[in-house]
């Protein structure tokens, strides 16, 4: 456990955050175990499962062989099997080698057996982009896998979703895809108590109210957009921020109900642009308002389509900054200015 | 090319010439084995069936058939219990059969009907049969096998002695996946019985076209895995093997596999014999190993023995017969899934 209980006041990081996530279940729910590659090693998967294995014991923190299709399928095994196992992939890159398992598998076992079977297994895999990792241990691939009906896809932005949509995840008896990133771990935040709550219940949120434009991220990017929205509203220009969190299945009713009333919609997104996920959002808006409702076309900043860099030169012009959202947002709303 | 000079390393297993004779049987037997022929003649019988609803066309979900292979199924179920948790590939029928399933829910289940073992939703290749503890088919190769090996973790951190099983084929041992689970079982010791139904086909090709060896069991040599290798289409020969590694497995011994060596008299899918997968089959190879079939080879060594007739087993034969034309009947007859089952199966929870 953590040496001692934080000060009501004190701050939590979102690396922190993702470790009582799973000391809570692991302390709370007898059926869960965690298992992948690095968990008895102190720095693989930064701060958030320091320790774990010494806590709850290497029967449950289960450190393993380097096979990721057979530990993923595992973990689908033992969920069959009414347990709920997370399995931590620490690089996204790396999960790529259990797709199987995931798309083929975990995905479809409840409804082509007839709703007979759960498979109440979260997979957890950690975008790690930038410092010079390159094109095979940074890759955010959100996108590919929200496309497959009965895997939920869950982002976690904010320091309480990066525990609570983990518990969430868990107690969910469907397969779940958990993602976080790396560059959100020193995030910090007073940590609420934690809740138990339904992931079905769970989707996109606002998490800064506007009038003057929508900006929609996932993850990191919603990060992005919240501070491009301080930079914003220090020009005076007011925008509204939502958090994506649930990426599959994907209700865009929050942001149906933004861009309705802004007329502006920009999506950030740190996946890449070509059948992308920023496009998907930007089609949920376009089918289902009015045109005339949109003041401006609707925008995404995305990654070029090409496959990270590692020199950290071609790295800086990779990625995408909260500069780089306030300035399209300014650009949208200039529009406004020069039409009226 | 190299295959040329390739031998089999199954000492005979694989020469349908050898292992020919009937059944030795003893009279204490007699009763049981009866029950166990019967269950093979289930088997044959609703795969013949279900190679007629395919020609028909009234059966259209790519239907596998392990005619001539029923004997594994039958000699490794014997050892089970419900409580033990087996999966299956896409030659599945004879496993979920021999388990208790029944002709009527697996064959509805092949029509696609809401009656069917995944009320319709699955078809042949995604049987499922809980309470007799088969937890589910796929017809991805390889992909039951480590799910298998989950279900022996989850089988070790409950405590208890029930193990896990995987049926797959030769061809499975080609996927990377099936070396990763070994390893992943011998480090971890589960209680897995990992049971390769060794046809030496995978799909159209024979496996002197795919591997150095045909002997499967050498891979868990390598993995430090205890295995057996034994005859296929010799009932008591399966279930002497399975009884000796399952044994082991639950007594807390770790993995173990054991390699069936068999012959499908059907081709990889459908009902034909001559051709498998767009191939035409050498005949007299199919000919030759029907003259090694499990049934005919139980039947003879009972009637040897004399614990039946050939009368009596004529009228078995009927009676499994009728039982399984009712089973089609009563399938054809039942209804197809709701049109809502597409949408509400997709996920479990709902808001």
């Known amino acids: 456990m953590n040496s001692q209980p934080p000060a009501a006041s004190t701050e939590t990081s979102y690396g922190e955050a993702i470790r009582a996530g799973f000391v809570h279940l692991l302390s709370s729910h007898r059926e869960v175990f965690a298992i992948g590659q690095g968990l008895w090693s102190p720095w693989y998967v930064g701060n958030s499962m320091t320790d774990l294995d010494k806590l709850f014991g290497k029967a449950r923190v289960i450190d393993t062989p380097v096979s990721e299709l057979a530990c993923t399928g595992a973990a689908v095994g033992a969920a069959l099997c009414g347990y709920r196992p997370i399995v931590i992939h620490p690089r996204m890159d790396f999960m790529v080698l259990a797709a199987d398992q995931i798309i083929n598998q975990a995905a479809k076992w409840h409804h082509m057996l007839g709703g007979q079977a759960i498979a109440p297994v979260t997979i957890r895999a950690i975008i790690n982009r930038g410092g010079e990792q390159g094109a095979q241990h940074s890759q955010a691939l959100h996108a590919w896998f929200a496309h497959i009906p009965g895997l939920r896809v869950v982002m976690p932005s904010s320091v309480a979703d990066a525990r609570d949509l983990l518990v969430a995840s868990v107690l969910c008896d469907d397969p779940v895809l958990y993602i976080d990133d790396r560059w959100l771990y020193e995030r910090k935040a007073v940590l609420p108590a934690v809740s138990e709550r339904p992931l079905a219940a769970e989707g996109p949120r606002v998490v800064r109210s506007g009038t003057d434009i929508t900006l929609v991220g996932a993850g990191y990017s919603s990060w992005l957009c919240e501070q491009a929205a301080e930079i914003l509203a220090a020009e005076g220009l007011d925008a509204e921020v939502i958090d994506v969190r649930v990426l599959n299945p994907f209700d865009p009713a929050v942001i149906l109900a933004s861009v309705s009333r802004t007329g502006r919609l920009c999506v950030v997104d740190g996946g890449w642009r ?47 900054d909260a500069g780089h959202v306030a300035a399209a947002a300014r650009t949208m709303l200039a529009a406004r200015e020069t039409a009226s | 090319m190299s295959h040329r000079h390739w031998q089999s390393e199954l000492a005979g297993l694989a020469d349908p010439a050898q292992y020919t004779a009937p059944l030795v049987i003893e009279a204490a037997q007699g009763t049981r084995l009866m029950g166990l022929l019967r269950s093979m003649l289930v088997i044959r019988h609703t795969e013949d069936q279900i190679g007629q609803l395919v020609v028909a066309g009234l059966a259209r979900t790519p239907c596998h058939l392990g005619i001539g292979q029923e004997a594994v199924a039958v000699g490794v179920a014997t050892q089970l219990r419900t409580t033990d948790r087996v999966f299956g590939n896409h030659r599945s029928h004879a496993h979920f059969l021999a388990l208790g399933g029944t002709p009527t829910s697996l064959i509805a289940e092949v029509l696609g009907k809401a009656s069917g073992t995944s009320r319709g939703m699955g078809g042949s290749m995604h049987l499922f049969g809980r309470e007799f503890g088969f937890h589910g088919s796929v017809p991805i190769v390889g992909a039951t096998i480590p799910i298998a090996t989950g279900a022996a973790l989850a089988a070790k951190l409950d405590g208890g002695d ?190």
């Not at chain 1, 289902?288 to 070029?304: E, V």
């Not at chain 2, 039947?299 to 004399?306: F, Q, V, Y």
């Not at chain 2, 499994?320 to 209804?335: C, M, N, P, S, W």
Request: contains cysteine; negative net charge; glycine residues 6%.
């Open chain 1, 274 to 320: 070509n059948a992308g996920w920023a496009g998907e959002v930007i089609a949920s808006v376009a089918e289902a308002l009015d045109p005339r409702q949109l003041k401006s076309s609707p925008r995404r900043i995305t990654l070029p389509n090409a496959p990270a860099p590692t020199s950290r030169m071609l790295e800086a012009d990779y990625y995408i």
């Open chain 2, 162 to 351: 029930s193990v896990a099983v995987a049926f797959f084929g030769d061809g499975a041992t080609e996927e990377g996946v099936f070396h990763e689970s070994m390893n992943l079982a011998a480090v971890h010791d589960l209680p897995v019985l990992f049971v390769c139904e060794n046809n030496l086909f995978s799909s159209h090709l024979d496996i002197e076209l795919r591997q150095p060896s045909d002997r499967i069991s050498r891979y868990a040599e390598a993995h430090r895995v205890r295995s057996l290798t034994v005859d296929g289409n010799d009932l008591l020969a399966v279930e002497a093997a399975a009884n000796a590694l399952i044994t082991g497995i639950r007594q807390g011994a770790g993995p173990a596999l054991l390699e069936a060596v068999t012959y499908r008299f059907r081709g990889h899918v459908g009902p034909n014999e001559d051709i498998d997968v767009g191939v035409h089959r050498r005949m007299a190879d199919v000919s030759a190993w029907k003259r090694r079939c499990p049934i005919k080879r139980l039947s003879e060594g009972l009637l040897a023995a004399g614990i039946v007739s050939g009368d009596e087993l004529a009228a078995l034969e009927r009676e499994v017969v009728a039982k399984i034309t009712d089973a089609v009947t009563l399938a054809r007859r039942a209804d197809y899934p709701d049109p809502s089952a597409l949408h509400d199966l997709v996920y479990a929870c709902r808001p």
